[in-house]
Nanobody, 127 residues
Framework: QVQLVESGGGLVQTGGSLRLSCAAS????????MGWFRQAPGKEREFVGA????????RYADSVKGRFTISRDNAKNTGYLQMNSLKPEDTAVYYC????????????????????WGQGTQVTVSS
């Protein structure tokens, strides 16, 4: 059983940056693919970015490509989402997710692909 705890959210102005962290415990983090999702009020949870268990492969939603960077440090059992050039439409609760996977280069983009979720962290971008 993996526990995930996000941190790093907050209020930022348009064009600003934030770095979200996702601390994992209770499992071998390097065996888990990881993803970031977000959910704005009244909207469904949507894919933001994902990284393979090895860190070798990443994928991003078109809406954040070129602005957000996902990474992980398996030695620290922590994943990261660096968010630059933030826009008001990026305002949402951001969730990290993880799931056990044998293939080290596979990235997963579907909400249903993930078994473990953090509690979420609020990101608010003011205009």
């Amino acid at each position: 059983q993996v526990q995930l705890v996000e941190s790093g959210g907050g209020l930022v102005q348009t064009g600003g940056s934030l770095r979200l962290s996702c601390a994992a415990s209770g499992g071998t983090f390097s065996s888990y693919a990881m993803g970031w999702f977000r959910q704005a009020p009244g909207k469904e949870r949507e894919f933001v970015g994902a990284i393979s268990s090895s860190g070798a492969s990443t994928r991003y939603a078109d809406s954040v490509k070129g602005r957000f960077t996902i990474s992980r440090d398996n030695a620290k059992n922590t994943g990261y989402l660096q968010m630059n050039s933030l826009k008001p439409e990026d305002t949402a609760v951001y969730y990290c997710a993880a799931t056990y996977i044998r293939l080290t280069i596979v990235v997963l983009t579907a909400v249903d692909a993930y078994d473990y979720w953090g509690q979420g962290t609020q990101v608010t971008v003011s205009s």
